[in-house]
């Protein structure tokens, strides 16, 4: 069934203010998706009923708490198909979660000219953690390329990977919209001998996750894109790889024991844990994947491809030449995220005109410089599209956008 | 919100449209600087040939939005021939038109200028304070040259 955006637009509260007097027209969900009344709720509820703190009181509130975060934690379990609940490792967003793989099983496992391997499409979350442990532990970096259809070219991967230590992608580009061939990816890694990490910062809130079918060995994400709070991440890594990798940040939470002479770590995953968690996040979350799960993430893809394939047929048929859409064309092969260039006039002077009109989308490198300089432009405006929106926002979009021409067009 | 016709002043786009002293000097006897907005990804190259503490030459490059753009164009050409003395002028003028830093010894009067320098047409950019993530885009070339002026005067 399809999702019914009327009704999904009345779940968020936002969606009721106007921007300059103009109905808003969000169109930045790859920046961070709005939220919905049951999970603004959520969080409500938890400072107004059993706020307190997790793992250690022993009344009745820190009781409710800890089953509160626990319980979260068991839900993102059920969402991406995980084992147990204890694979998931709260953090405080998708970047955190790759730090802390770099930090932990990356400075226990990787020396000099240790091959990490990712591509041209990476967000900056997934490059500079491996350009610092190139600088402290001189591992090396190898980049797949991309192909002007915006897919990862993947002609040289066997040698790419040849001596590879760890693959790490992301599953949907933040600004080509591409979903990566990530099964397909993690085979050819496990093959080379390399472990797969994933990040689906793009991808958990679009499509149905399962991180078994994925292959990989460690998956990223973070809470605010799939309508959680911000200030949680998510990683889920294979058990056995969490047992072994030593902690990331030390303090409380994380110990077992601590003396004069050392200490000792918690079990998995609080090992991971260090002081108090974002407990109010994770319970916020935990409502984001219910309230995800009410409408089926079958249906919020189904959508997705729906909206994708209007707007690029929208965008092209009105603008023509005129505008260059990068990424794949087939609505079945990507996000809904478009990035775009009108006329040669700059992103930010475009954005600057779409915001008269209430549409709101991102101007800039979108946290992807290498990639920027493979398109050979400095930056792009990024239209992206998430459950709320509908057609009368693309085509709002597509109005907004000849406005431009008043001002850059002689 | 405000118009957007006041950021988008005439004067604004004719520079962003014809830029003034876009390219390159040779490096040495000039000197290059590259700033960065980390946030939007707009860059700006400044080339500055200082000599007996008058900027004899410049020269800008890069990418950015047309306030960037503009508002390199129309430093190159206000600072051009101009004292590295005036230059200090000009910067603190064009700061307190934009609202940086106000000097509480020398508050900036009513119509946005501060001392007496003459902004000329530089004036336009006065727009961009009503649309404050505007800001760095007009003040990038600014610092990038004040940097550049700064390493040449400790070349020479």
Not at chain 1, 258 to 263: A, I, L, M, R, Y
Not at chain 2, 38 to 45: A, Q, S
């Amino acid at each position: 069934m399809a999702l019914d955006t009327a009704a999904v637009r009345a779940d968020f509260p936002i969606m009721c203010r106007e921007v300059h007097g103009r109905r808003l027209v969000y169109l930045d969900s790859a920046a961070t998706s709005h939220k919905p009344r049951p999970v603004i709720d959520a969080v409500t509820d938890y400072y107004e009923r059993f706020n307190s703190n997790v793992h250690r009181g022993s009344y009745q509130l820190a009781v409710e708490a800890t089953e509160a975060l626990e319980e979260a934690r068991r839900k993102v379990a059920n969402f991406i198909g995980a084992d147990q609940d204890s694979e998931i490792v709260f953090a405080k967003n998708a970047t955190e979660a790759i730090n802390l793989v770099a930090r932990t099983w990356g400075r226990a496992n990787l020396g000099p000219g240790d091959p990490v391997v990712i591509t041209e499409l990476e967000h900056h979350a997934n490059i500079v953690p491996w350009h610092m442990l190139a600088a402290e532990q001189g591992i090396e970096l190898r980049w797949i390329p991309i192909r002007s259809d915006g897919h990862l070219d993947l002609t040289d991967l066997d040698r790419l990977l040849d001596g590879a230590r760890l693959l790490s992608v992301a599953a949907v580009s933040n600004v080509l919209g591409t979903i990566n061939p990530i099964r397909q990816l993690a085979d050819a890694a496990h093959d080379a001998g390399a472990l797969m990490m994933v990040d689906a910062s793009q991808y958990t809130p679009h499509l149905p996750t399962d991180v078994k079918e994925m292959g990989a060995d460690f998956v990223a994400f973070t809470g605010h894109k799939m309508c959680g709070p911000t200030g949680i991440g998510v990683l889920w890594a294979k058990p056995e790889l969490l047992e072994a990798m030593p902690p990331f940040l030390g303090g409380g939470e994380m110990i077992l024991n601590v003396t004069k002479e050392g200490f000792s770590t918690a079990a998995v995953p609080w090992k991971f844990e260090a002081g108090t968690p974002p407990i109010a996040e994770a319970v916020g979350l935990g409502a984001a994947v219910d309230y995800l799960t009410g409408l089926g993430m079958e249906q919020v893809r189904e959508h997705e491809v729906a909206l994708t394939g209007y707007a690029l047929r929208t965008l092209n048929q009105r603008y023509g030449d005129d505008i260059t859409i990068h990424g794949p064309t087939e609505p079945a092969e990507r996000g809904g995220v478009l990035s775009f260039e009108y006329k040669g006039i700059h992103p930010h002077d475009v954005a600057q005109v779409l915001d008269r009109s209430g549409v709101c989308v991102r101007a800039g490198h979108h946290c992807a410089k290498p990639l920027m300089r493979v398109l050979g432009c400095a930056a792009t405006s990024r239209a992206s599209m998430y459950v709320y929106n509908d057609e009368s926002d693309v085509d709002a979009l597509a109005d907004a956008l000849g406005e431009a021409d008043v001002f850059f067009i002689e | 919100m405000p118009d957007l016709e006041d950021l988008y002043r005439e004067i604004i786009l004719d520079h962003y449209r014809n830029p003034r002293n876009r390219g390159e000097l040779d490096t040495p006897p000039a000197v290059r600087a590259e700033g960065f907005n980390p946030l939007c990804g707009d860059e700006v190259i400044i080339y500055v040939q200082v000599a007996d503490g008058v900027i004899e030459d410049i020269k800008f490059g890069g990418q950015g939005c047309s306030i960037s753009q503009a508002s390199s164009s129309m430093m190159s050409a206000a600072v051009k021939g101009r004292t590295v003395e005036e230059l200090q002028q000009f910067n603190h003028a064009f700061r307190s038109m934009m609202s940086i830093e106000p000097d509480p010894d020398n508050p900036a009067p009513t119509n946005g200028n501060s001392a007496d320098v003459k902004l000329g047409d530089l004036e336009a950019l006065k727009g961009v304070v009503k649309f404050p993530v505007r800001i760095k885009c007009a003040t990038l070339s600014w610092h990038t040259l004040t940097q550049a002026v700064e390493e040449a005067q400790a070349n020479s």
